[in-house]
């Protein structure tokens, strides 16, 4: 089993719409998650990023933990077409060595249509 | 403020051919660092990562090897290319003072084995 599993997608939807991105985790011992935003041929740019349980949001982005079912998710609001990327969620996963290692899901590619 | 150089942006390299990408980190001092390959359409793989000088640890056996020969500085080699080694290889950095912290990429090296 993967640690971190993430909807492909690809995902489209109107502008002004809402989106949700989600994925679930294998260890229930991962604390911290990070969501990415990559926009073709760039790297990974850091979105957000939540400790334990809950929400934090950040203008228009969400980003949400269940603990309990094991799974987290960001959400979008008033979607725009800058928004269209693959987003990414990443999780610091089993040690090994002297370093954990951040696992990602496989990312969903997201366009907003005008 | 820190930030993440990586370089070249695009490479094209002939079956057999060396390959060297160089990583650098500036603004923070024994930083975590991490070289990801992102096959199109697919997650991020580790592919090598480092605690600190000279300390390389491998995640997956391949045509490929690090080395750190300074704090800040991360670098990717091949002797001799496959057309497999093909990809996008990106370059990240953590603080190694938290466990739980956030993770910061480069902006990637497009490489095509020709």
């Known amino acids: 089993q993967k640690e971190v599993e993430q909807d492909p997608g690809p995902l489209s939807v109107p502008e002004g719409a809402i989106v949700s991105l989600n994925c679930t985790y294998s260890?229930?011992?991962?604390?911290?998650f990070m969501w990415y935003r990559q926009y073709s041929r760039k790297g990974p740019e850091l979105l957000m990023y939540?400790?334990?349980?809950g929400n934090k949001e950040d203008g228009r982005f969400t980003a949400q933990v269940d603990k309990s079912s094991k799974y987290i998710s960001l959400f979008i609001r008033d979607s725009q077409p800058s928004d269209s990327a693959t987003y990414l969620c990443?999780?610091?996963?089993?040690?090994?060595?002297?370093?954990?290692?951040?696992?990602f899901g496989s990312g969903t590619q997201l366009t907003v249509l005008p | 403020s820190q930030t993440i150089h990586q370089w070249p942006a695009t490479l094209v390299q002939p079956v057999g051919s060396p390959l060297s990408l160089e990583c650098t980190v500036e603004?923070?001092?024994?930083?975590?660092l991490y070289w990801y390959r992102q096959a199109a359409g697919r997650g991020l793989q580790l592919l090598f990562y480092?605690?600190?000088?000279?300390?390389i640890s491998s995640e997956v056996p391949q045509n490929l090897s690090a080395s750190r020969p300074q704090d800040r500085q991360f670098i990717l080699s091949s002797k001799k290319l496959l057309l497999s080694d093909s990809g996008f290889y990106l370059c990240?950095?953590?603080?190694?003072?938290?466990?739980?912290?956030?993770?910061?990429f480069g902006q990637g090296t497009r490489l095509t084995v020709v």
């Open positions: 990240a950095w953590k603080s190694s003072g938290t466990v739980n912290t956030e993770a910061f």
């Open positions: 990443g999780t610091w996963g089993i040690s090994s060595g002297s370093a954990r290692q951040l696992t």
């Open positions: 939540t400790y334990s349980s």
């Open positions: 260890n229930s011992a991962f604390q911290y």
């Open positions: 480092s605690v600190g000088i000279g300390q």
């Open positions: 603004g923070t001092s024994n930083p975590n």
